[in-house]
C-alpha cells in the first residue's frame, strides 16, 4: 500500500522559504511522477507542478520562479521548495503519487497545513 | 491554460436521488480527464481515471462519461457518505488543471 507523509514548519514568516518533504512508504518510489497540490482554506485544488523519478519537473507557471522539487530515492523522500512567501502561499500541501507513467495523482498523501504570517 | 468549469457549483439532493455533475474543459482534452471526491478534513481520492475508468474499491454507482471538451461524474442512487465536494482534473497539457469543486450536500 502506498502510504505518503508529508512534514514541514507549519508556520512561516512572509518572504521566507518554504521547504516541504514527502515520506514514501518503502517499495513505492519507482518510475512515478510526483505532484504537489495545494489547497487554500475553504478553497480549490491548485497544481503546483510535478516531477518524475528521473528529476525532470513541470511547474505552474503561476509559481515557477519560486518553485522547485526534488526527488532522493536513497531516502524514498520527495521535497518542494517554494521561495518569496507571501500570505497567499497559506494552505494545506499535498504531495501525491501518480500510476505508471501518468501524470495525474492516484495516490495522496495527508496534507500538511502552511501558514505565512508574521 | 486549459481552464475547467464544473457546474454546478453546489446541490443539495436526497438519498437514492441520481446525482449528475459537468465538467467543460476551454480545449480539446480528449479523454484525460479524471474526478476526484474530497470530504471535509480528507485528502481527495480518485474515483474516475481517463474519463470513464472507475478507479479499484471505488463504489459502482460512481460512473464517468465524455470525451473531447464535456464530462459528466454520475452518482446513481445517492448515499448519505457521498456528501463531499467533487472536482475534476485534466491531464492533457501542462500547466495540469483542477475545476472550481462541486459540493453535494444531502438533504
Known amino acids: 500500500q502506498v502510504q505518503l507523509l508529508e512534514s514541514g514548519p507549519g508556520l512561516v514568516k512572509p518572504s521566507d522559504t518554504l521547504s516541504l518533504t514527502c515520506n514514501v512508504s518503502?517499495?513505492?518510489?519507482?518510475?512515478?511522477?510526483w505532484t504537489w497540490i495545494r489547497q487554500p482554506p475553504g478553497g480549490g485544488l491548485e497544481w503546483v507542478g510535478y516531477i518524475f523519478y528521473d528529476g525532470s519537473a513541470n511547474y505552474n507557471p503561476s509559481l515557477e520562479s519560486r518553485v522547485s522539487m526534488s526527488v532522493d530515492t536513497s531516502k524514498n523522500q520527495v521535497s518542494l521548495r517554494l521561495t518569496s512567501l507571501t500570505a497567499a502561499d497559506t494552505a494545506i500541501y499535498y504531495c501525491?503519487?501518480?500510476?505508471?507513467?501518468?501524470?495525474?495523482?492516484?495516490?495522496w498523501g495527508q496534507g500538511t497545513l502552511v501558514t505565512v504570517s508574521s | 491554460e486549459i481552464v475547467l468549469t464544473q457546474s454546478p457549483d453546489f446541490q443539495s439532493v436526497t438519498p437514492k436521488e441520481k446525482v449528475t455533475i459537468t465538467c467543460r474543459a476551454s480545449l480539446y482534452i480528449g479523454t484525460n480527464l479524471h474526478w476526484y471526491q474530497q470530504k471535509p478534513g480528507q485528502s481527495p481520492r480518485l474515483l474516475v481515471k481517463f474519463a470513464s475508468q472507475s478507479f479499484p474499491g471505488v463504489p459502482s454507482r460512481f460512473s464517468g462519461r465524455g470525451s473531447g471538451t464535456e464530462f459528466t461524474l454520475t452518482i446513481n442512487s445517492l448515499e448519505t457518505e457521498d456528501a463531499a465536494t467533487y472536482y475534476c482534473?485534466?491531464?492533457?497539457?501542462?500547466?495540469?488543471?483542477f475545476g472550481g469543486g462541486s459540493r453535494v450536500e444531502i438533504k
Open positions: 518503502r517499495d513505492s518510489m519507482g518510475y512515478f511522477y
Open positions: 501525491a503519487r501518480g500510476q505508471n507513467t501518468g501524470t495525474f495523482p492516484v495516490f
Open positions: 482534473h485534466q491531464s492533457a497539457r501542462t500547466p495540469l488543471t
